[in-house]
């Protein structure tokens, strides 16, 4: 009786002890490297904004791989558009009785696409100025 009385003690002592493991270092390592390789995905571009060419401000921002330009500037300015068009930034609107109209160039280049198309890349200079077409 008392073999079966220490038997199923011990038993029951490696169950408990089997239950109370620490954490995985190697899951630990795993979850840091996922971080690392998000913020290394993080990048920043410059985003300018003019008016008849001069400068009205100017923003550092980030963004992820993959973002596109239309989803950046509504996260970091006061963003109005119109059937796909940008009409107003941080409250600097459009005006079609003065032909004047939001136009960008991304590295001194005039932008052959609309805004939500163009995949932001690492350290672009984007200017938007709103200027008479």
């Known amino acids: 009786m008392k073999k079966i009385y220490l038997f199923s003690l011990v038993g029951c002592i490696l169950l408990l002890m089997g239950g109370c493991t620490t954490v995985d270092s190697s899951k630990e390592e795993n979850q840091q490297s ?29 963004f992820k791989t993959g973002d596109n330009l239309l989803t950046v500037l509504k996260e970091n300015f006061a963003i109005e558009e119109e059937q796909g ?40 200079q984007i200017v938007f100025d709103l200027a008479k077409i």
């Open 34 to 62: 996922k971080t690392e390789q998000t913020q290394q995905k993080q990048q920043t571009t410059t985003i300018i904004i003019q008016e008849d060419g001069k400068q009205l401000s100017s923003k550092t921002v980030s």
């Open 85 to 124: 068009f940008i009409t107003s930034i941080d409250g600097h609107k459009q005006d079609k009785q003065k032909q004047k109209y939001w136009t960008f160039t991304i590295n001194g280049k005039s932008a052959t696409k609309g805004a939500k198309e163009i995949v932001l890349k690492k350290n672009q």
